[in-house]
């Protein structure tokens, strides 16, 4: 049997490695990290599973922050494999009767482009943090913004970059189900339960340090982590910025498809914007609530799911997250139950 010169070596272990670092390095709801990676059989590929034990049901009840957060662990490893010359061809929910595999990656050929998405994203992987603080009176560019538009529409999905009104709208709805989430003791004890301490021994969850202060003038809905007293002390306030610059991440359906592609595209715009020295954090709180995820509708935009709101600016990059172990994170069976 003659084998194809175009295959590449199988994988070693450092290439598994290199490749599940990067794919954990990915943002997940509440730093949950719901993935594992699983070389296949052939050793030339990545098989990614949702990890279905790392869950956070109340305020994702259907399963679409994870998909996303796998998403975005997926688009990781695509960039991953460039850096290792290789193709990464992709399957997306290769296998209907295993629900919970959710990506086959078959890494056997050699990478068709130096630079596939245009720039090296690769070192924007480690940099790429959640900023919960205050960003600077500066709008971000319109010729950045126009970037990172394209680079969703790569990913098949739709980034608006909101006007003052759909801003005040969508802060209304945010700052609404911030509130609804806020009185509700079993969706602020399953948020708290993702609370870290600051000594270095969490490999998941937001450590005290990363979580950021509210606004001290209540007009940037961010969300209350640690609760108020006696729950928790509460988060210290400062003055943020008079009116946040807002986008959404848009869909034309509402399944793991589209949630896996609003990933990847979440990942693709983090990225690029890391590179820009843009800042990113993730409003989810309106997403969590079927009217309010409804009303951030744009109307005028015509029929789409809003998956995502992305607050946008520029200042501190935000605090470094935990991160699970590739030994935890990369192993040679499949989903955790």
Not at 84 to 92: A, F, I, K, S, W
Not at 261 to 290: K, Y
Request: proline share 10%; with cysteine; net charge negative.
């Amino acid at each position: 049997m003659t084998l194809d010169p175009a295959l590449t070596q199988m994988l070693s272990a450092a290439d598994l490695r290199l490749l599940a670092a990067a794919g954990g390095a990915a943002p997940s709801l509440h730093n949950s990290q719901p993935w594992r990676f699983v070389p296949t059989p052939d050793g030339r590929g990545l098989a990614v599973y949702a990890d279905t034990g790392r869950t956070v049901p109340l305020a994702d009840p259907a399963g679409a922050a994870v998909h996303i957060a796998v998403g975005a662990a997926v688009f990781n490893l695509r960039v991953a494999a460039g850096k290792l010359d290789r193709e990464p061809l992709v399957r997306l929910l290769p296998e209907v009767a295993e629900p919970e595999l959710l990506a086959v990656f078959d890494l056997s050929r050699p990478a068709a482009a130096a630079v596939p998405f245009g720039r090296d994203l690769y070192p924007a992987i480690a940099a790429r943090h959640t900023s919960r603080e205050p960003f600077a009176q500066r709008d971000v560019p319109e010729a950045v913004i126009g970037e990172l538009i394209d680079a969703a529409r790569a990913e098949g999905v739709a980034l608006a970059a909101l006007e003052e009104e759909g801003v005040r709208r969508v802060v209304d709805l945010t700052t609404e189900a911030e509130s609804r989430n806020a009185a509700d003791p079993a969706r602020t004890a399953e948020t708290r339960a993702w609370l870290r301490p600051d000594d270095g021994t969490a490999e998941d969850g937001i450590p005290r340090s990363a979580l950021g202060p509210q606004d001290h003038d209540a007009r940037v809905p961010m969300r209350e982590f640690s609760g108020h007293p006696p729950q928790g002390p509460a988060q210290p306030s400062r003055r943020f910025e008079a009116l946040p610059q807002l986008c959404t991440l848009t869909t034309p359906g509402d399944g793991p498809l589209d949630w896996l592609r609003t990933g990847q595209a979440l990942e693709r715009v983090w990225l690029l914007a890391t590179l820009h020295g843009v800042r990113l954090t993730i409003w989810h709180q309106a997403i969590e609530w079927p009217d309010t995820r409804w009303a951030l509708r744009d109307p005028a935009a015509g029929p789409g799911h809003v998956q995502l709101v992305l607050r946008t600016g520029y200042g501190p990059p935000g605090a470094a997250t935990p991160r699970r172990s590739v030994e935890e994170t990369l192993g040679d069976r499949g989903p955790v139950a």
